[in-house]
């Protein structure tokens, strides 16, 4: 204890700006205001100081999904970049469905109408995968047409530096950025770009990618967006034989901080705007047949207990990854 | 020496000093000047080309002026009406003037006169001639009758009494003149002795404030103008804060020293005055223009206009200075983006009611967002959110989808090939029937779509639809109109 609080306070500052100028991970050097070491608990214990607030919870936007957030080391990172990938053009639906997913459910917390959320991509996005359509995304996530804005660029420069130029927008509550294949100029350098100037805004940035080879980025979190078969309809008489229910993604981890592996089926819940892991069985008495008011702060709590229900295979699958699926720029970053 | 065709014959259009020393005149047939001279060099003349080059000249023109109008396809006329002083006096003008066309490699007649008719007359019959203004009448009366730009009949027919001068008509009776020749001549006649005003029409809309800055040394770089571009802005925002206004659209005009004019424009989604802004828009603007831009050998004249101007309703402020940008960032940056790429960039979606689905929604520019809203304020669309499912990626072209087979005529698809792709239907729902809206024009005889909600069995929901109904006559067509999450 031969360091004075002076001092300790010198190299906080000095790690703080080493960490600002190498864009790693600022937030664990930050001391917890109540005096206690953080070094137990990497994660959890954290505070994160930015403009004077102080709190973890200002820092992780949770999924909702308690194993995913786990790996995530306490949900996506809200002041990042972070990348989803769909493995083919095709899956762009499902891709930007769960994008749009993840930022329903961040504005749901915080929904003020003046919260924009930007699309940029490139015209040969939207004329391969087709361009967003307001009424379908106002019913599936709850995002007014008055809170969209589109941005179509001739090249994927000129979407990256519109998403760039847009970060820093104090307006727009998220940026998505849509890109399709590996463009040459998406590189490290560009990713460490867009990643900078979230962390910066304390805004999200989600950067969509269709049909790429993963690639060395700066982004803390990539997913590996898929499109799962979807359950049926839930009706007051039990599920809708033929029908078709809210839509299932198969997410997979490519990139976390943790590095733990995991993949996942996620459904989308629009009316709640959570999102839920799939459970293969689903009790009947246990639905929700109505489900809670959308836009109330406060449903109703549904009728009879909840009960913790883990599906037992899901954890298993998950534990052991394919050791060739793990190349080195997937690591984890070392903290400090 | 170039030839046009006139009659029905090859007529000599307009001729160089050395082919009027031949003897060779304007209006003399081809064939016969050939006749006289073998080695002659004849060209077709190109009247569109006269005119872009009159027109280029017109725009260079704008330096000394923003009242530039064309006079037929030879002729420029300049209101200089209180820029003389700028130039160092009208002598200055006209020498500076004549002396720029000349290194230019141009033969200018140039006239000045208080009338515009008595100016046309002074370039052509008295070049670099200044008329003092009330020495018109002195000046023309001397002048033969073309100088009154009256048509060659008329002239013709007044030469056959023996009017020859301009002198000759002036003090005669009016009355018979009007009666026998037209009332074009009298009126020519008043207009070029200033008793009949006549207003120049300028090519161009004149901007309502613009600011300039003559340049010693021509400028080359592009950053260079960027940053005089800063300055003269600064500049315009003292004469937008008298007035109490906001550019909503700028344009900056490179002069080049050769001659060439660049005319970029760019708009505001919002009135602006800060030069720093300005600064930024047209940074945005020339690098997205790039090569385009050829500085050559230089630009000795810079000039930023605003072109259309709107109320400026200013903000105060907080005292740390941080308040003043809040809620303009977003309207910035739709303003740079769409300097950039052009004004149709950033898209907000406008509901519309309309039941088709590509219809349903709009996608309009955000930068005409406000203008829109001023004009739709009453209306007020009702917020109904849609009852059917409806994707969340549209194309904006449906894709044709090839169906092989169906499990009963009117049902869903079992398999269908899309992008060559073949993808086998897991589950489907609908039909949705879609019928074409009747009331507009074509939309009674459009077939009505029956929309599917598909999943393949790799779990991806697609909305196809069906154009039509199946008959005896014909199979119909399947199309692919957007994707579920």
């Given amino acids: ?336 | 020496m170039t030839s046009h065709r006139e009659n029905n014959t090859q007529r000599i259009a307009a001729l160089d000093a050395r082919a009027e020393a031949l003897g060779l005149r304007r209006g003399m047939g081809i064939a016969e000047a050939r006749a006289m001279h073998p080695g002659i060099d004849v060209a077709e003349a190109d009247p569109e080309a006269d005119r872009k080059l009159l027109e280029g000249l017109a725009d260079w023109c704008d330096r000394y002026t923003p009242l530039v109008a064309l006079d037929g396809a030879d002729g420029l006329f300049l209101d200089v009406t209180g820029c003389a002083h700028l130039f160092g006096g009208e002598k200055a003008l006209l020498n500076d003037l004549m002396m720029r066309f000349f290194h230019q490699g141009f033969d200018v007649r140039a006239g000045l006169a208080s009338t515009p008719g008595a100016a046309w007359a002074a370039a052509r019959y008295a070049t670099g001639h200044i008329l003092a203004p009330g020495s018109e009448r002195t000046f023309l009366a001397r002048l033969p009758l073309s100088a009154l730009r009256i048509d060659a009949r008329t002239k013709t027919s007044l030469e056959s009494v023996g009017l020859r001068t301009v002198g000759s008509i002036m003090d005669g009776p009016r009355a018979p003149l009007v009666r026998r020749f037209g009332a074009v001549l009298i009126e020519r006649l008043d207009q070029a002795l200033g008793r009949l005003e006549e207003a120049i029409s300028p090519r161009l809309p004149v901007a309502p404030l613009s600011v300039e800055r003559h340049l010693a040394d021509p400028l080359s770089l592009i950053d260079d103008v960027e940053r005089l571009v800063g300055l003269l802005a600064a500049t315009l925002k003292v004469d937008l804060e008298r007035r109490e206004e906001g550019a909503r659209a700028l344009e900056l005009l490179l002069f080049r020293v050769d001659g060439m004019v660049s005319r970029i424009t760019v708009g505001t989604s919002r009135p602006i005055r800060e030069p720093a802004l300005v600064r930024r828009l047209f940074h945005e603007r020339l690098a997205a223009l790039g090569e385009t831009i050829d500085a050559g050998y230089g630009f000795d004249l810079v000039r930023l206009s605003a072109l259309s101007t709107a109320l400026f309703d200013a903000r105060q402020g907080d005292l740390a200075g941080a308040g003043s940008e809040e809620g303009e960032g977003l309207a910035i940056l739709v303003d740079r983006v769409g300097a950039r790429f052009g004004e149709s960039a950033v898209l907000e979606p406008v509901p519309a009611a309309s039941h088709v689905p590509e219809r349903a929604v709009s996608v309009m520019p955000r930068a005409r967002s406000e203008t829109r809203k001023a004009a739709a304020s009453g209306t007020g669309t009702g917020k109904a959110r849609p009852a059917a499912e409806r994707p969340i990626r549209l194309f904006r072209v449906p894709e044709p989808i090839e169906v092989p087979a169906t499990e009963v005529p009117d049902g869903p698809p079992l398999n269908f090939r899309w992008r060559r792709a073949m993808h086998r239907v897991a589950r489907a729902e609908g039909p949705e029937r879609i019928a074409p809206e009747w009331w507009r024009e074509g939309g009674a005889d459009a077939p009505t779509r029956d929309y599917y909600r598909i999943e393949d069995a790799d779990g991806r929901r697609y909305w196809l639809y069906r154009q039509g109904l199946y008959s005896a006559q014909a199979v119909p067509r399947w199309f692919m109109h957007g994707v579920f999450a």
């Avoid at chain 1, 350098?189 to 060395?216: I, K, M, N, W, Y």
């Avoid at chain 1, 599920?239 to 078709?244: N, R």
Wanted: proline letters at 10%; aromatic letters at 4%; a positive charge.
């Fill in chain 1, 1 to 336: 204890m031969a360091t004075s609080a002076v001092a300790r306070d010198v190299v906080f500052a000095l790690r703080r700006k080493i960490a600002k100028i190498e864009g790693t991970l600022a937030e664990r050097l930050a001391p917890p205001s109540d005096g206690q070491s953080s070094a137990g608990q990497p994660v959890a214990g954290l505070l994160v100081r930015r403009n004077g607030l102080a709190s973890a919870r200002d820092f992780f936007l949770p999924t909702g999904v308690e194993r995913l957030d786990e790996i995530l080391g306490g949900g996506l990172p809200k002041a990042a970049l972070t990348e989803i990938h769909g493995t083919e053009t095709r899956n762009a639906g499902a891709a930007a469905g769960l994008t749009l997913c993840l930022v329903s459910h961040m504005l749901r917390e915080r929904s003020r109408p003046q919260d924009l959320v930007l699309w940029v991509g490139t015209a040969e996005i939207f004329r391969e995968a087709g361009f967003p359509h307001a009424p379908g995304l106002d019913r599936l996530f709850g995002l007014a047409p008055g809170q969209l804005l589109f941005a179509e660029a001739p090249k994927p420069a000129d979407a990256l530096w519109i998403a760039e130029e847009a970060a820093r927008i104090d307006e727009l509550a998220a940026v998505i950025v849509e890109l399709r294949g590996n463009p040459r100029e998406l590189d490290l350098t560009a990713t460490r770009r867009l990643h900078r100037r979230a962390q910066d805004a304390g805004r999200p940035v989600f950067l969509l990618r269709h049909s790429a080879v993963p690639e060395p980025t700066a982004a803390p979190v990539r997913l590996v967006a898929a499109p799962a078969p979807a359950v049926l309809r839930r009706t007051v008489l039990g599920p809708l034989a033929g029908s078709i229910g809210p839509p299932a993604f198969a997410v997979e981890i490519g990139k976390s901080r943790t590095a733990l592996p995991g993949s996942f089926i996620l459904e989308w819940n629009p009316d709640a705007r959570t999102l839920e892991p799939r459970r293969d069985a689903v009790p009947e008495n246990r639905v929700a047949v109505v489900p809670p008011s959308r836009g109330r702060t406060h449903p109703q709590a549904a009728a009879g207990a909840v009960l913790a229900f883990r599906n037992a295979a899901e954890p298993a699958a998950g534990d052991q990854p394919p050791g060739e699926q793990h190349p080195a720029h997937r690591r984890a970053r070392r903290a400090g």
